[in-house]
Nanobody, 115 residues
Framework: QVQLVESGGGLVQAGGSLRLSCAASGSTFGITVRGWYRQAPGKERELVASKTTGGSTNYADSVKGRFTISGDNAQNTVYLQMNSLKPEDTAVYYC?????????WGKGTLVTVSS
């Protein structure tokens, strides 16, 4: 029904920035939450940032002040601006939407932050 494709990942040095994009190929009707998760090697997937259709945002404590999620209801793309990157930010980043109370995931994009 909905396909999500992430892009923008890559290799960056500590202190650098990246902007991730998540493009939704299907209709955005019924989407209530857009978010970004990440999964580091050997660790469980965790919430990075989320944004509701009403505009409320939520960030993991570890990224507050450094990451910003954006994208409005008229967009088919959601972004994650990542600044002041740290080696511990290294992970596969996944886009997720909630639609009709169901979770839909992208395949992920790898972010590697070198020290």
């Amino acid at each position: 029904q909905v396909q999500l494709v992430e892009s923008g990942g890559g290799l960056v040095q500590a202190g650098g920035s990246l902007r991730l994009s998540c493009a939704a190929s299907g209709s955005t009707f019924g989407i209530t939450v857009r978010g970004w998760y990440r999964q580091a090697p050997g660790k469980e997937r965790e919430l990075v940032a989320s944004k509701t259709t009403g505009g409320s945002t939520n960030y993991a404590d570890s990224v507050k002040g450094r990451f910003t999620i954006s994208g409005d209801n008229a967009q088919n793309t959601v972004y994650l601006q990542m600044n002041s990157l740290k080696p511990e930010d290294t992970a596969v980043y996944y886009c997720k939407i909630v639609k009709f109370n169901m979770n839909y995931w992208g395949k992920g994009t790898l972010v590697t932050v070198s020290s």
